[in-house]
């Protein structure tokens, strides 16, 4: 496999989903592999590096299938595919919110593939026209480094909401990616829309800048830099907070009330070199094998059952959840990042 490069605690597990979901065979249909008639099989990765090298390694073993992979943020991977339209490179999109892999099927971008290993999956974790298929959940959270904030904010109480970010004490305390190269800050914003309302919600966005010290092009980026005490508060997904804590930096999980969430996906782009290839890596990436595999990897949530959950993860029930709307996030998704970028840009 070849690669290229560019550029106590709490994660959310959504035991509906979970719970919803019949077992289905371990390694799905692409375990036959056959003969690869085409190049290798592309895939473009808003994983974590390592977890995509040591996924599409296991793919190979299992199908004979030979592979690289380009990691990217998610909003890069958008970015990448739109530009590719005409004439696409890649052939497969492999992880970041689903409300971008929408807004590529929205544009005609993705090649619908029902496939039979989702057949008893929750109706709510993939597009009923089969563009895209939901494989792990995860809900936006804070990440305090305990040591800084005890240390700077002299026994001010950790943030609990949203709306406390906007503490005038909080200026140039906190981490965040952008949302015009980030799923995770793009669900952050939404979040916010849904939550608030358009007009409330850009401008909690505005005065919500001033607590933002740095921008980042990575949306797992902030835990780890909260994690290393270069800030004390970052916003990130629960899993990508979770990991720094598990290798021992002093970090909180906090899930603010009304949080957003992501349904992390994968989809097989339109016209690609490798199609039936991607077909058969979409199967296997659906399947408890590459389930149990990615969960270990990320400290993801799987939506199959039949995948162990992380240590920490605590039912849905016990988060308060914004109603995120997935379409109304993919399909005004241009005129938004417009928008923040008017507001805050830079």
């Known amino acids: 496999m070849s690669r290229s490069r560019r550029l106590p605690h709490l994660l959310a597990l959504f035991a509906t989903a979970v719970l919803a979901l019949a077992a289905c065979g371990s390694g799905g249909p692409a375990a036959g592999g056959g003969e690869q008639k085409g190049g290798k099989l592309v895939v473009y990765g808003a994983l974590h590096e390592n977890e995509m090298a040591r996924l599409l390694k296991a793919f190979e073993e299992r199908s004979g299938i030979k592979t690289e992979f380009v990691r990217l943020s998610a909003g890069e991977i958008v970015a990448r595919v739109q530009a590719e339209k005409a004439k696409p490179t890649g052939d497969v999109v492999l992880g970041g919110p689903s409300e971008n892999h929408q807004a590529l099927a929205l544009g005609g971008m993705l090649q619908p593939y029902d496939s039979p290993v989702a057949k008893d999956y929750d109706k709510r974790f993939y597009d009923p ?3 895209w298929h939901g494989f792990y959940v995860g809900a936006l959270a804070l990440a305090v480094n305990t040591e800084r904030w005890k240390e700077e904010m002299k026994g001010r109480p ?22 015009d190269s980030s799923g995770t800050a793009y669900n ?7 939550r608030l309302g358009e007009a409330q919600a850009w401008d909690f966005i505005k005065k919500f800048d001033t607590t ?21 508060l970052a916003i990130a997904f629960g899993h990508d907070i979770l ?16 949080t957003g969430f992501e349904v992390g996906a994968v989809s097989i782009v339109k016209g690609g070199p490798n199609t039936e290839s991607a077909k058969k890596f979409v ?11 990615h969960t270990d990897l990320s400290k993801r949530v799987s939506i199959r059952k039949d995948v162990a959950v992380p240590d920490g993860a ?19 998704r241009d005129k938004v ?3 923040w970028g008017e507001r805050v840009g830079g």
Request: hydrophobic share 45%.
């Open 158 to 179: 950790i943030p609990k909401t949203w709306d406390e970010l906007l503490d005038p004490a909080l200026k140039d305390k906190l981490v965040v990616a952008r949302p």
């Open 188 to 194: 952050f914003v939404a979040t916010q829309i849904f």
């Open 314 to 332: 605590v039912p849905l029930d016990q988060l308060k959840l914004v109603d995120f709307d997935v379409q109304w996030a993919a399909q005004n």
């Open 283 to 293: 199967d296997w990436m659906l399947g408890r094998e590459a389930g149990q595999l």
């Open 337 to 339: 990042l417009r928008a």
């Open 212 to 232: 933002v010290a740095h921008y980042t092009d990575s949306g797992a980026a902030p835990a780890r830099m909260a994690g290393a005490g270069e800030y004390p």
């Open 129 to 131: 026209g089969h563009a």
């Open 243 to 258: 990991k720094p804590i598990e290798a021992g930096y002093p970090l909180e999980i906090v899930f603010p009330q009304d």
